[in-house]
């Protein structure tokens, strides 16, 4: 028996995030610059066949789960056969997806009858004009359609994931909350990120979650700590008092983050990454094919995997110790 992916800090790898385009049908402002990106060309992409030996080789090293995203994995044509042949690799147990939901309504069923356990869907805001402001196309009433048909299809729990940003969603906090009482849904507050870049932009809507708390004080019921809700995240979860639902908050840059982290990252053209906010990757895709090789591509991303990202040293300003990742989000799928 091959030995766990532990890191040099004693954490053990069970998780791999695969991201299987970097293509997208949005714009999200803290994820992709407006007029798009270099995309990757088609070629390059990997094929369902070849996820599914890289999982295969993942699993015999103690890869349980996988997360399906993006770029929007929902755009990919062949996305149904990517999950069955990820989800009938022997020793996965669990396969979740990550999506901006506007395709999601006409794929659903065929999604979890190939193996799909779990989604989250992101959702920044309940109000239509400023959706098209924050992901610059699209329409909020297909997302919230595609929430409705993974309910529908059977999805437990079904995730919500809502990028805080400040001056534009901050004034909803209290409406998500809400939804999280009245629906059973799970809201998670995502604090933004600067992967990619880091410059004024960010750092002016950046908004720590301590302001979610805040305005969960002022709801009309009490809230308290639950046990994380199924899933593979750092998330901090809780519940108001006699709630549907349950919110959560993943603040890796105001709160810890990476003590916990059992997870690595596939990026869409074939690159393993250890962290998802460091430079360093290892091009797994050439070795499609030979398991003892994709091995020791696993092994030594454990071997490099550093303790910590240091994008709170990037809010304040200091020297950071290594070079940050030049890819944006949709190029690693967050
Ligand atoms: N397109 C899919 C979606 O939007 O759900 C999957 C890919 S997206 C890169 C994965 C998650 O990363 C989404 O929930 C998105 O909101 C989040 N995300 C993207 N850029 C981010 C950033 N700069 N900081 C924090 N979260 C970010
Ligand atoms: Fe696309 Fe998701 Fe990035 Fe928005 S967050 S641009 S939907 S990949």
Redesign the pocket.
């Known amino acids: 028996m091959p030995l766990p992916l532990t890191d040099r800090f004693g954490r053990v790898h069970d998780y791999l995030r695969i991201s299987v385009t970097d293509q997208?049908n949005l714009r999200?402002l803290?994820?992709m610059p407006e007029e798009g990106l270099e995309f990757m060309e088609k070629s390059r992409l990997l094929t369902a066949d070849e996820m599914r030996s890289i999982v295969a080789a993942a699993a015999k090293l103690g890869i349980r789960k996988i997360r399906i995203?993006?770029?929007?994995?929902l755009v990919r044509k062949d996305i149904v056969e990517i999950v069955e042949a990820v989800a009938s690799a022997p020793g996965i147990e669990d396969v979740s997806l990550?999506?901006?939901g506007l395709l999601l309504a006409s794929k659903a069923e065929a999604l979890k009858k190939a193996g799909l356990r779990r989604v989250?869907?992101?959702l920044?805001t309940l109000d239509p004009a400023k959706f098209v402001m924050i992901a610059r196309r699209g329409d909020l009433a297909k997302v919230t359609e595609g929430i409705r048909a993974a309910a529908e299809a059977g999805f437990s729990p079904i995730k919500l994931?809502c990028?805080l940003l400040k001056g534009i969603n901050e004034s909803e906090i209290a409406d998500f909350l809400r939804m999280s009482h009245e629906k059973p849904l799970h809201v998670r507050f995502?604090?933004?990120?600067?992967?990619g870049h880091a410059d004024e932009g960010w750092r002016s809507l950046y908004l720590p979650l301590t302001k979610v708390l805040e305005v969960a004080g002022g709801m009309p019921w009490a809230f308290e700590r639950i046990p994380d809700v199924k899933g593979n995240g750092p998330s901090e979860d809780w519940r108001f008092e006699g709630a549907a639902g349950s919110f959560g908050l993943i603040h890796p840059i105001s709160d810890r983050f990476c003590e916990n982290c059992n997870r690595l990252r596939l990026t869409a053209d074939g690159y393993l990454k250890p962290c998802l906010y460091w430079v360093d990757e290892l091009y797994l895709k050439p070795y499609v094919g030979d398991e003892e090789a994709l091995t020791d591509i696993f092994y030594k991303a454990m071997a490099i995997k550093p303790l910590n990202h240091e994008m709170a040293s990037k809010l304040s300003g200091e020297v950071q110790t290594h070079v940050p990742t030049n890819r944006r989000?949709?190029q690693i799928?967050?």
């Open positions: 997208c999200c803290y994820c995203t993006g770029g929007e994995p990550t999506t901006n989250n869907i992101s920044d994931n990028v995502i604090e933004y990120m600067p992967i989000m949709s799928g967050g």
